[in-house]
């Protein structure tokens, strides 16, 4: 939904409204999870990102479902 490549996304405690679209699992106990980031104030998604996460909370992610 959003153009350009996904970014790693800077974690710094914020809350945000993702879109997760795809999970690939890099070892036994994690996964890489790509999702878009929507913006309340503009009512859309406005940047594609990144994050690293255990596969116990990766399955609880699912595609196209905003978290």
Same mark, same amino acid.
Do not use: W
């Given at each position: ?5 996904? *970014?790693?996304?800077?974690? +710094?405690? $914020?809350? #945000? #409204? ?5 999970? *690939? !699992? !890099? ?5 890489? #999870?790509?999702?878009?980031?929507? &913006?309340?104030?503009? $009512? *859309? ?7 690293? *996460? &255990?596969?116990? !909370?990766?399955?609880? !992610? +699912?595609? $196209?479902?905003?978290?």
């Amino acid at each position: 939904m959003v153009n350009g490549a996904a *970014t790693r996304f800077p974690a +710094h405690g $914020q809350s #945000v #409204v993702i879109r997760p679209y795809r999970k *690939t !699992l !890099l070892a036994d106990c994690e996964e890489k #999870v790509r999702f878009d980031i929507f &913006s309340e104030e503009k $009512q *859309t998604y406005v940047e594609s990102c990144y994050a690293y *996460t &255990s596969t116990d !909370l990766a399955a609880e !992610l +699912h595609r $196209q479902h905003g978290v």
